[in-house]
């Protein structure tokens, strides 16, 4: 059987009582195969004996006498002491939360000692140890073969409760029971070929190795099995929305990473329809080479879908006028299914309304998503302004709707009445029903899961006697993501760049600030003002608690707030917004801040996005070393959104780390988004990208696909072929 079908319950092991289940589920362990694909962190490496005396070259291993008891403090903080030696020195073992030692190990008695010491107060000492009584008495002479706990033993993630003991005796107890019956879950040829182990062989040796060689196998079978997996999940969803495989390599096309290469003008021009062409010579400036170039590829995408679509159709009415059942198509009608990554300000939005347009031209109704109101009533703003001269319908829809609008809305929309209908995940609730949705637009994509995703596609219209659906997606995404970890991500998924910003922009000049000299910020901010523009002021939080108390190191919006309006600002007009304030307020205050009435806004990260107010030239991010890069550059993007010269100061704290210093150096010296991304990863890891970008599409568990890129290729060329063969 498979791993993953070992559905009996942890607490069906010998030894794993009422109480082991419990604490096993606070670490997400219920199953039998969840346990064994709990995986070790690291190895305690006991193969070799390492006395008292040697303590400085790493964890002590070795066979030791007590020698004495001693007890210290009072009442809760009695606290036993163990004297411990061994042939090489002696040492003070302290038992803090431990009494019951002194009956467990009596003087004279001879144990096992595995710990990390130190010298403190004069002598020899460890708090973190382990022991195992060897004999009641006798001397460490007699022990000088192995030891019982000797060998290479896992080290795992723990819960308050549980000891490695104890999860070490359950996963034993698994891997006699089960671990026979585990079958493989790779092709025959793929294991003898990588010379990979089996699926048996790989868990014993991951729990139970005999030697370091077997962790090193062991991992290696179980993360090119892992990676292996995800790309064949990966290579069906992008056959089943274009009929084809995505390229092996994990390069984009070279056109897109030449930014300086020419856009064909004539093909552009040639690719676009009547409403697209009155859009382009509405706009009051020129689009960017890397506009045009996507939005080329994008109206050749939904040209091939729409053509497969009607000739599919057309087949299905002729069939039913003779009678005859139509034949299968060889592939999925294709639709298109598009990554659009682009910096801050690189005008994704305005691409995708020129891709509206086009389904739009054929009758079709589309759908912009947004990850929260405030961007989303940007976008309906935008919309309407630029297309509803066009005769295009603009709707706006969130929760927040009343239920009067509401009715007469979602009535509009289900009779086709409405072109374009733009807001949050309210768009793709189960009472809205659409005429004819043709193309989904997601901004912000990463926010949504691969769940959500399939939940929109089957909002479109479904081929009859088919599986396929006529819904075309484009994501979208001003949080760069590095290459390599987009492709192997979103690899389903055809990808556009824009790496080049709008003519006249100028980059954001970045200043880092030290905590105590805020007031050359603040002086810099106030010319600024003075000739007529405006300021953003950022905090990592709303108020100064955490945890239910007082953070004093915590600088909050609120009181910064109060502190900036009253003895900083008070001659210009300040406003506060963060996510506690309602939404009707918020979006007052947003829209006074857009038309120039509040002068300087202070806030969290509600600002994050959503928020286009080109005469805001600054923007002072306090504590800046507690966000992540992506989003000081994200929330660094509200500024430098027109020709005015803009500038960002970056606060930091006293006491940063080395690691902290060089991210805020980052920041200083790029506003590349790709860059900045790259560099977090080579700073950060992998974490903060795999777990905020790729959130719900991407969930491993021991591969790690920066660490294990070229496990990664290996896995992914083999996985293509297999699947190659297979669809």
């Given at each position: 059987?498979?791993?993953a079908?070992?559905?009996?319950?942890v607490?069906?092991?010998?030894?794993?009582?009422?109480?082991a289940?419990?604490?096993?589920?606070?670490?997400n362990?219920?199953?039998?195969?969840?346990?064994?694909?709990?995986?070790?962190?690291?190895?305690?490496?006991?193969?070799?004996?390492?006395?008292?005396?040697?303590?400085?070259?790493?964890?002590?291993?070795?066979?030791?006498q007590?020698?004495?008891?001693?007890?210290?403090?009072?009442?809760?903080?009695?606290?036993?002491?163990?004297?411990?030696?061994?042939?090489?020195?002696?040492?003070?073992l302290?038992?803090?939360?431990?009494?019951?030692?002194?009956?467990?190990?009596?003087?004279?008695?001879?144990?096992?000692?595995?710990?990390?010491?130190?010298?403190?107060?004069?002598?020899?000492q460890s708090?973190?140890?382990?022991?195992?009584?060897?004999?009641?008495?006798?001397?460490?002479?007699?022990?000088s073969?192995?030891l019982?706990?000797?060998?290479?033993?896992?080290?795992?993630?723990?819960?308050?409760?549980?000891?490695q003991k104890?999860?070490?005796?359950?996963?034993?107890?698994?891997?006699?029971?089960?671990?026979?019956?585990?079958?493989?879950?790779?092709?025959?040829?793929?294991?003898?070929?990588?010379?990979?182990l089996?699926?048996?062989?790989?868990?014993?040796?991951?729990?139970?190795?005999?030697?370091?060689?077997?962790?090193?196998?062991?991992?290696?079978?179980?993360?090119?099995?892992e990676?292996?997996h995800?790309?064949?999940?990966?290579?069906?969803?992008?056959?089943?929305?274009?009929?084809?495989?995505?390229d092996?390599?994990?390069?984009?096309?070279?056109?897109?990473?030449?930014?300086?290469?020419?856009?064909?003008?004539?093909?552009?021009?040639?690719?676009?329809?009547?409403?697209?062409?009155?859009?382009?010579?509405?706009?009051?400036?020129?689009?960017?080479?890397?506009?045009?170039?996507?939005?080329?590829?994008?109206?050749s995408?939904?040209?091939?879908?729409?053509c497969?679509?009607?000739?599919?159709?057309?087949?299905?009415?002729?069939?039913?006028?003779?009678?005859k059942?139509?034949?299968?198509?060889?592939?999925?009608?294709?639709?298109?299914?598009?990554?659009?990554?682009?910096?801050?300000?690189?005008?994704?939005?305005?691409v995708?309304l020129?891709?509206?347009?086009?389904?739009?031209?054929?009758?079709?109704?589309?759908?912009?998503?947004?990850?929260?109101?405030?961007?989303?009533?940007?976008?309906?703003?935008?919309?309407?302004?630029?297309?509803?001269?066009?005769?295009?319908?603009?709707?706006?829809?969130?929760?927040?709707?009343?239920?009067a609008?509401?009715?007469?809305?979602?009535?509009?929309?289900?009779?086709?009445?409405?072109?374009?209908i733009?807001?949050?995940?309210?768009?793709?609730?189960?009472?809205?029903?659409?005429?004819?949705?043709?193309?989904?637009?997601?901004?912000?994509?990463?926010?949504?899961?691969v769940?959500?995703?399939?939940?929109?596609?089957?909002?479109?219209r479904?081929?009859?006697?088919?599986?396929?659906?006529?819904?075309?997606?484009?994501?979208?995404?001003?949080?760069?993501?590095?290459?390599?970890?987009a492709?192997?991500v979103?690899?389903d998924?055809?990808?556009?760049?824009?790496?080049?910003?709008?003519?006249?922009?100028?980059?954001?000049?970045?200043?880092?600030?030290?905590?105590?000299?805020e007031?050359?910020?603040?002086?810099?901010?106030?010319?600024?003002?003075?000739?007529?523009?405006?300021?953003?002021?950022?905090?990592?939080?709303?108020?100064?608690?955490?945890?239910?108390?007082?953070?004093?190191?915590?600088?909050?919006?609120e009181?910064m707030?109060?502190?900036?309006?009253?003895n900083?600002?008070?001659?210009?007009?300040?406003?506060?917004?963060?996510?506690?304030?309602?939404?009707?307020?918020?979006?007052?205050?947003?829209?006074?801040?857009?038309?120039?009435?509040?002068?300087?806004l202070?806030?969290?990260?509600?600002?994050?996005?959503?928020?286009?107010?080109?005469?805001?030239?600054c923007?002072?991010?306090?504590?800046?070393?507690?966000?992540?890069?992506?989003?000081?550059?994200?929330?660094?993007?509200?500024?430098?959104?027109?020709?005015?010269?803009?500038?960002?100061?970056?606060?930091?704290?006293?006491?940063i780390?080395?690691?902290?210093?060089?991210?805020?150096?980052v920041?200083?010296?790029?506003t590349?988004?790709?860059?900045?991304?790259?560099?977090?990863?080579?700073?950060?890891?992998?974490?903060?990208?795999?777990?905020?970008?790729?959130?719900g599409?991407?969930?491993?568990g021991?591969a790690?696909?920066?660490?294990?890129?070229?496990?990664l290729?290996?896995?992914?060329?083999?996985?293509?072929?297999?699947?190659?063969?297979?669809?």
């Amino acid at each position: 059987m498979k791993l993953a079908d070992i559905k009996n319950p942890v607490g069906t092991l010998p030894g794993a009582g009422p109480s082991a289940v419990k604490l096993f589920a606070k670490l997400n362990i219920f199953t039998v195969a969840d346990l064994l694909q709990f995986y070790p962190k690291e190895y305690d490496d006991r193969t070799e004996r390492r006395p008292l005396s040697a303590f400085a070259s790493g964890k002590v291993h070795t066979a030791a006498q007590i020698t004495a008891h001693e007890w210290f403090g009072y009442g809760k903080m009695h606290t036993l002491k163990l004297i411990v030696s061994d042939d090489s020195a002696s040492a003070v073992l302290i038992a803090f939360n431990r009494p019951f030692l002194e009956k467990a190990f009596p003087v004279g008695s001879v144990i096992s000692l595995t710990g990390t010491f130190s010298i403190r107060y004069g002598e020899l000492q460890s708090s973190s140890f382990e022991a195992v009584k060897l004999a009641d008495n006798g001397t460490t002479d007699e022990f000088s073969g192995p030891l019982p706990d000797s060998g290479i033993l896992p080290v795992y993630p723990l819960t308050e409760g549980l000891n490695q003991k104890n999860v070490r005796k359950t996963i034993t107890a698994a891997l006699n029971q089960y671990g026979a019956f585990i079958d493989n879950e790779l092709p025959a040829p793929l294991i003898a070929d990588r010379k990979l182990l089996s699926k048996q062989q790989a868990i014993r040796s991951i729990h139970e190795p005999a030697k370091a060689d077997d962790v090193a196998a062991a991992r290696h079978t179980l993360i090119y099995e892992e990676l292996f997996h995800f790309q064949c999940a990966l290579a069906q969803r992008a056959w089943n929305h274009r009929g084809t495989l995505p390229d092996v390599s994990l390069t984009l096309p070279e056109q897109q990473l030449n930014t300086a290469a020419e856009t064909n003008e004539k093909a552009f021009k040639s690719s676009l329809s009547p409403l697209q062409q009155q859009l382009l010579e509405r706009l009051p400036f020129p689009l960017t080479g890397d506009q045009k170039r996507v939005i080329t590829e994008m109206n050749s995408d939904l040209d091939r879908g729409y053509c497969e679509r009607n000739n599919l159709l057309n087949a299905i009415d002729e069939a039913a006028k003779t009678g005859k059942i139509p034949a299968a198509p060889q592939h999925p009608v294709f639709t298109m299914s598009r990554l659009l990554q682009g910096d801050v300000g690189s005008g994704k939005t305005l691409v995708a309304l020129f891709v509206c347009l086009r389904v739009i031209s054929w009758k079709g109704q589309c759908a912009l998503m947004a990850p929260t109101e405030i961007l989303a009533r940007q976008h309906a703003e935008t919309a309407a302004q630029l297309l509803e001269p066009l005769g295009i319908h603009v709707a706006f829809l969130t929760g927040n709707v009343k239920t009067a609008g509401r009715t007469q809305l979602l009535k509009a929309l289900k009779d086709g009445l409405i072109d374009i209908i733009i807001g949050t995940h309210a768009l793709f609730s189960p009472q809205v029903q659409y005429n004819d949705l043709e193309l989904a637009v997601i901004d912000e994509q990463h926010r949504f899961g691969v769940l959500q995703r399939q939940a929109i596609i089957e909002k479109g219209r479904r081929i009859t006697g088919t599986s396929s659906y006529t819904l075309h997606l484009l994501m979208m995404s001003a949080t760069p993501i590095p290459q390599t970890l987009a492709l192997t991500v979103f690899g389903d998924l055809d990808m556009s760049v824009l790496h080049t910003m709008p003519a006249g922009r100028k980059p954001v000049i970045t200043y880092l600030v030290r905590e105590g000299h805020e007031t050359n910020a603040y002086e810099a901010v106030r010319k600024e003002l003075r000739n007529g523009h405006q300021a953003y002021f950022v905090y990592p939080a709303i108020d100064s608690t955490k945890g239910g108390e007082t953070d004093s190191t915590l600088k909050s919006a609120e009181e910064m707030f109060a502190f900036l309006s009253q003895n900083v600002y008070s001659e210009f007009k300040c406003a506060l917004v963060h996510s506690r304030i309602d939404e009707t307020e918020q979006e007052k205050i947003l829209s006074d801040f857009r038309s120039g009435s509040i002068r300087i806004l202070a806030a969290t990260t509600v600002i994050e996005v959503g928020v286009d107010v080109p005469n805001a030239t600054c923007i002072v991010i306090e504590q800046a070393d507690r966000f992540g890069l992506a989003q000081l550059h994200q929330l660094r993007g509200r500024v430098g959104r027109s020709s005015a010269q803009s500038y960002c100061f970056l606060v930091y704290g006293k006491d940063i780390t080395e690691t902290g210093v060089e991210r805020m150096k980052v920041l200083r010296q790029s506003t590349d988004g790709f860059y900045i991304a790259e560099q977090d990863l080579k700073l950060r890891g992998p974490g903060e990208v795999t777990g905020t970008i790729q959130a719900g599409n991407l969930s491993l568990g021991i591969a790690d696909i920066v660490r294990d890129h070229d496990v990664l290729l290996q896995a992914r060329a083999d996985a293509f072929t297999y699947m190659k063969n297979k669809l």
